[in-house]
Nanobody, 118 residues
Framework: QVQLVESGGGLVQAGGSLRLSCAASGRTFSSYAMAWFRQAPGKEREFVAG?????YYADSVKDRFTISRNTAKNTVFLQMNSLKPEDTAVYICAAGRYGDKVNLYDYWGQGTQVTVSS
């Protein structure tokens, strides 16, 4: 009912920037909180940033990443600055209820790879 497609990942050197996009389709986009999670090989999926009317961030990315949305265009963004090698992961867009827990989200994209070289 809700489809999410991420784009914008790639390879970047430490200290660089990337901007991820998540295009949503289906039922009313504005009814959902949106979030970005990330998952590195062999590690658990972790919350990165979320947005409904306000934004919230994991401590590990606060002051470096910015989540935003264009509700009219059904698109969510993640601006990532000052990237670190430990940011390397597949970044996954999600839609659901407001919060920072995986089980609050009902819909998931397939992810886009972000690789940060040291």
């Amino acid at each position: 009912q809700v489809q999410l497609v991420e784009s914008g990942g790639g390879l970047v050197q430490a200290g660089g920037s990337l901007r991820l996009s998540c295009a949503a389709s289906g039922r009313t986009f504005s009814s959902y909180a949106m979030a970005w999670f990330r998952q590195a090989p062999g590690k658990e999926r972790e919350f990165v940033a979320g947005i409904l009317w306000s934004t919230y961030y994991a401590d590990s990315v606060k002051d470096r990443f910015t989540i935003s949305r264009n509700t009219a265009k059904n698109t969510v963004f993640l601006q990532m600055n000052s990237l670190k090698p430990e940011d390397t992961a597949v970044y996954i867009c999600a839609a659901g209820r407001y919060g920072d827990k995986v089980n609050l989200y009902d819909y998931w994209g397939q992810g886009t790879q972000v690789t940060v070289s040291s």
